[in-house]
């Protein structure tokens, strides 16, 4: 049974940085793309970051580039989100997510386990 749970969400000042984790089970992890998307509320999930299954490809939604960094360790079967110079439209429940492809990795069709998010929330 393939499991995602991501952590490291929180409340932080704008400005402020965090580190999502989120670690996989029940699959092999060095074969797949990890993704991050994030959903505000009332609004539709959204792209924010991939990484390829080696982590040598990566690609970033413009809203979050600059800002945040995406990596693996295939051996910890754990993918992360670096977020630095967080604002308050960084809001958002983000998830974590498998794609058996690299290809239109920005969209959510091409994933197929998704966890359950973390919250973050950034205040002004």
């Known amino acids: 049974q393939v499991q995602l749970v991501e952590s490291g969400g929180g409340l932080v000042q704008a400005g402020g940085s965090l580190r999502l984790s989120c670690a996989a089970s029940g699959l092999t992890f060095s074969g797949y793309t990890m993704g991050w998307f994030r959903q505000a509320p009332g609004k539709e999930r959204e792209f924010v970051a991939a990484?390829?299954?080696?982590?040598?490809?990566?690609n970033f939604a413009d809203s979050v580039k600059g800002r945040f960094t995406i990596s693996r360790d295939n051996p910890k079967n754990t993918v992360y989100l670096e977020m630095n110079s967080l604002k308050p439209e960084d809001t958002a429940r983000y998830y974590c997510a498998t794609s058996s492809g690299w290809r239109r990795q920005m969209e959510t069709s091409q994933y197929n386990y998704w966890g359950q998010g973390t919250q973050v929330t950034v205040s002004s």
């Open positions: 990484i390829s299954r080696s982590g040598g490809s990566t």
